[in-house]
């Protein structure tokens, strides 16, 4: 059985950036390194910032410091170096088609027009990593969907990312353990 040991959150470098939807994968790794204190050092290595956690077993946690269509790259070195499969890959990203609030757990899947999962599907050549996809909501009209994704969420909307970032953190110990299932079913329940 597979368990989770690489988390990657998909964002865009730089202070222009931090506070933008498109980011809400870095968010997620923030809280989970200040929730167990570890510190994320920049690796040109696997050009991200990265860090170590052992518990039972090793879990590596990375931000690409490339550009969310590059952010592949990153992934595939970290992957290829510590031996780690793509069904062992869990990717945290914004996703547009679930409400603000909710987030959603599955395995493979197509990129649905995400730039940075075109990337890593590409880098990895399969689409059989996990997706943990933070529901950042759709601005109603696909030609908006680009300035929406690069702004700042209004404060009620960064409220509930903020509830489903912790809500998707009360299964972190089911994914390092593989316990997709019951993942899925506490995540979704919520």
């Keep these: 059985m597979s368990k989770i040991k690489l988390f990657v959150g998909l964002g865009n470098p730089g202070e222009n950036y931090q506070k933008t939807r498109h980011n809400a994968g870095f968010w997620w790794i923030d809280f989970i390194a200040a929730n167990h204190k570890l510190t994320l050092k920049n690796s040109s290595k696997f050009i ?11 879990h590596y946690f990375l931000k690409p410091s490339t550009f969310m269509n590059e952010s592949g790259r990153s992934i595939s070195m970290l992957s290829k170096f510590y031996k780690i499969e793509p069904e062992e890959i869990l990717v945290i990203h914004d996703e547009l088609d679930i409400e603000v609030g909710n987030s959603k757990l599955k395995l493979g899947g197509g990129h649905g027009g995400h730039n940075g999962l075109k990337s890593i599907i590409s880098s990895l050549q399969s689409n059989n990593f996990w997706r943990l996809r933070i529901g950042i909501g759709h601005p109603g009209d696909k030609d908006l969907v680009s300035d929406y994704v690069l702004n700042k969420p209004t404060k009620d909307e960064m409220s509930s990312i903020e509830t489903s970032i912790y809500n998707s953190y009360k299964v972190f110990s089911l994914l390092t353990a593989g316990e997709f299932e019951k993942a899925m079913l506490n995540l979704h329940s919520n």
């Design 48 to 58: 991200g910032s990265f860090a170590k956690y052992t518990e039972d077993s090793d």
